[in-house]
């Protein structure tokens, strides 16, 4: 090549140079606007770690982002003998009860509320409730006050007690305010069961530990229990409001009473009696409504039924009455017991099924299986012993109590074979005949 030809290729070389440079640059250019679009920000903001531009993204890309929680599907159980689904919870439900008046039934759940229901819609196609909401925290107990104008709950994440007052209003409805002040933390271990008295003389705490304490109405501490038992499974106020009672890791039953004086002041705790015949650790255990009966069921697989009508303070110790096999509660974590007001059935909850006993004979009669998606949390009969309730999912069930009907059948016949004069003959055929269309709507009546 020429000297002379060289300044000419030299200028064409660098010509070329600057037009690959520029479609370099365009390339890359459209390669960030790209991926502006796509992410909704600009590309150099994501790899400086800067935050997003708000403005920058539309509101249907930020719907994109969002992550979906799947609403959890609602476990479905049919039976013949259940009476009511009660469904408004949307969180898992961990405690009932039923108000003293019997009007009422408390449920509280983790989806922060306190549901009031009213027993008379039980039947009925749609189910009326009540809600009170828990700020900032969930209640995992619920127990009624004695006059039904209040209720307390013990709040998970705060390890308080806290009371609500239940105010009626013109429309027949009721408002629900919790008072200024929780009760004060005393607990070191987490409490696993709380009651009142119906005297409304004192409110009851247990927990884990082994520690139940014995409180004012006003939050302060009377008396704090050591019950001695490694630890505490449950713990319960008898229905006379005179004694509490515990039970956990030993094969017994400790039942105190809590004394006052004649002008109401407390006075003490003292030990009444005990009830011992279990061979393994005490799972649960349940007063009857006049406290005549107790009955417990344990590791060692049984259940028992005592006679607790005793002059415990003159060292008498409970009859035992009968002893029955409930294999399930030698493995379960969780065991729970619910004795009729009138002793005559008693319900035992294992896992998520339901299995009924008739006390007398101690036969298993009913037995209903995955009656939850979750295991049961809480069993209870109402105060008149016609409806069983558990809960255990974000569902309360209720079963029609045809052990109790049967039961009722057998007392009344036997009866009418000893009673003495027409108008006793005439008041107990009445309630043997009640009984006995009960079963048979229900067909359940045994031929």
Request: glycine share 6%.
């Amino acid at each position: 090549m020429e000297l002379s030809q060289m300044p000419e290729f030299m200028g064409l070389s660098v010509l070329l140079g600057l037009l690959a440079l520029m479609a370099t640059v365009a390339v890359a250019r459209g390669w960030l606007r790209a991926e502006e679009e796509r992410s909704g920000r600009p590309a150099c903001q994501k790899a400086n770690g800067f935050p997003p531009d708000k403005s920058s993204g539309s509101k249907k890309q930020k719907q994109y982002q969002r992550i979906r929680k799947e609403k959890p599907q609602q476990h479905n159980f049919t039976h013949r003998l259940l009476a009511a689904a009660l469904k408004s919870h949307s969180g898992n439900i961990s405690c009932m009860d039923f108000s003293s008046n019997g009007k009422y039934l408390a449920t509280c759940a983790d989806d922060r509320t306190i549901r009031i229901w009213s027993t008379k819609d039980f039947l009925q196609r749609e189910h009326r409730s009540m809600r009170a909401n828990v700020e900032l925290d969930h209640a995992t107990l619920v127990r009624f006050s004695p006059d039904c104008r209040a209720f307390i709950v013990w709040l998970a994440n705060g390890d308080t007690l806290r009371v609500f007052k239940m105010t009626k209003r013109e429309d027949g409805g009721y408002t629900f305010t919790a008072t200024p002040e929780d009760f004060p933390k005393k607990h070191k271990a987490p409490v696993i069961d709380i009651g009142i008295a119906n005297t409304g003389k004192f409110i009851m705490t247990a927990s884990s530990d082994t520690t139940v304490l014995i409180w004012s109405l006003k939050g302060q501490v009377l008396s704090a229990i050591n019950t001695n038992q490694m630890n505490n499974t449950h713990a319960a106020v008898s229905p006379c409001g005179r004694f509490v009672a515990s039970c956990g890791f030993t094969p017994d039953v400790k039942v105190w009473e809590v004394c006052f004086g004649k002008k109401g002041e407390f006075q003490e705790v003292v030990r009444a009696f005990e009830l011992k015949g279990h061979s393994a650790a005490v799972r649960s255990f349940a007063f009857s409504n006049d406290l005549r009966r107790m009955a417990s069921v344990s590791k060692d697989g049984t259940w028992k039924l005592w006679d607790t009508d005793v002059e415990y303070k003159k060292q008498q110790d409970p009859y035992l009455l009968r002893t029955g096999r409930f294999e399930e509660a030698v493995g379960a974590a969780l065991c729970r017991l619910a004795l009729s007001p009138d002793a005559q059935v008693l319900a035992l909850a294992s896992g998520s099924s339901i299995h009924l006993y008739n006390t007398r004979r101690g036969e298993k009669e009913e037995c209903f299986e995955r009656v939850h998606g979750e295991c049961i949390t809480d069993l209870s009969f109402d105060i008149t012993g016609r409806f069983l309730a558990s809960c255990g999912d974000r569902a309360v069930r209720l079963f029609h109590n045809t052990p109790g009907h049967r039961a009722m059948v057998e007392e009344m016949q036997g009866h009418l074979k000893r009673a003495s004069n027409d108008s006793t003959r005439q008041r107990l055929q009445q309630k043997l005949t009640q009984a006995q269309e009960t079963l048979k709507s229900l067909g359940a009546l045994k031929k």
